[in-house]
């Protein structure tokens, strides 16, 4: 029944590997985010869209890319996984006078 | 650069107490506010959204305010419930459009003891 889901749940990985997260929403929102959640520094964006083919950075953008092909995919890219990225990632999306939706997260462990 | 201040971190109440968390923003310039509840190991879970034109929103027995001019909002939980132990996470938006991004404080763990 979810209207944004996430995949995988859960993910280890090497480090210097490159992984791919995924979001998937069925709301037809316009506006897609990526945010990590870590202790002590709470969820902090990533990148984000406002649109297909259309990205933009966040705060901690660093390591990573993003792509929408389609406006309800938005897809995660470490580029060359480290530990530093192990993390929780939400992937979240909205529409204009919308509030915002989260999916249920990915945790990502970097070995 | 707005910045969401959240006290107390955490705060342990008896079931049946009605409490109120506090959320403070540096930007009065605000677009929206949302509430969200994260259960452990969770997602997040809107529970309130403030347009800048509103003063507050209810549901149930959660009622958040919005004070622009002092910065803060308020959630209010009446009767509270063990299933309300939670943390709860106050977020600001401070333009529409491509720029609305959230920005979070750093949440209220809240425990409700049986």
């Known amino acids: 029944d979810a209207g944004i889901t996430q995949s995988p749940r859960h993910k280890v990985t090497e480090t210097g590997t490159p992984v791919t997260l995924r979001c998937h929403q069925t709301?037809?929102?316009?506006?897609m985010y990526w945010y990590r959640q870590d202790p002590g520094h709470g969820l902090r964006l990533i990148h984000y869209?406002?649109?297909?083919?259309?990205?933009d950075k966040g705060e901690v953008s660093d390591g990573y890319s993003v792509s929408r092909s389609k406006t309800e995919d938005f897809l995660l890219t470490l580029e060359s996984a480290t530990s530093s990225q192990t993390s929780v990632y939400f992937c979240?999306?909205?529409?204009?006078?919308?509030?915002?939706?989260f999916g249920s997260g990915t945790r990502l462990t970097v070995v | 650069k707005q910045e969401v201040t959240q006290i107390p971190a955490a705060l342990s109440v008896p079931e049946g107490e009605n409490l109120v968390l506090n959320c403070s923003f540096t930007?009065?310039?605000?677009?929206?506010l949302q509430w969200f509840r994260q259960d452990p190991g969770k997602g997040l879970t809107s529970l309130l959204l403030?347009?800048?034109?509103?003063r507050e929103q209810t549901s149930g027995r959660l009622n958040a305010s919005l004070d622009k001019s002092s910065g803060r909002s308020t959630l209010y939980i009446a009767a509270s419930q063990p299933g309300d132990s939670a943390t709860y996470l106050c977020?600001?938006?401070?333009?529409?459009?491509?720029?609305?991004?959230?920005?979070f404080g750093k949440g209220t763990k809240l425990s409700v003891k049986p």
């Open positions: 930007d009065s310039a605000i677009y929206n």
């Open positions: 709301e037809n929102h316009r506006y």
């Open positions: 403030i347009q800048s034109s509103q």
């Open positions: 869209s406002y649109g297909v083919k259309d990205t």
């Open positions: 977020a600001a938006v401070n333009y529409g459009g491509s720029q609305g991004n959230l920005i």
């Open positions: 979240a999306s909205r529409g204009e006078w919308d509030g915002y939706t």
